[in-house]
């Protein structure tokens, strides 16, 4: 008897951790996947091509940007006030996110591409 309540706790955790599992489960096997976006040419010189592409991403939680104050910031009054490069941002914009537009680039292929 002391036994079976003594397992108990670890019976219900068990039980809990379980269901939550299953959900989980659940909602990454009830996913439908995207249409593709990626176009395979056969025949063609180039191994990736890419033409005003724009790319966004956000930081991880937690990180933070940390740059020396020589290159990308400015001191007024004795505090540090974060720029852009060359200062082309506003100081009221420091939280956006990082970018890439219009992008081209073309990599040739090169060989057979077995080693």
Known sequence: MRFSLGLLPFSVKAMAEGQVSLVRLKKLLMTQNPESYLVQRHGSSSALVMEKATFTWA??????????????????????????????????KTEAKPTLRNISFNLPKVGAGRA
């Open 59 to 92: 930081r991880p939680d937690g990180q933070t940007t940390t740059t020396a104050p020589d290159t990308t910031a400015s001191m007024k009054g004795g505090k540090v006030e974060p720029q852009g490069q060359n200062g082309t941002h506003p100081p009221g």
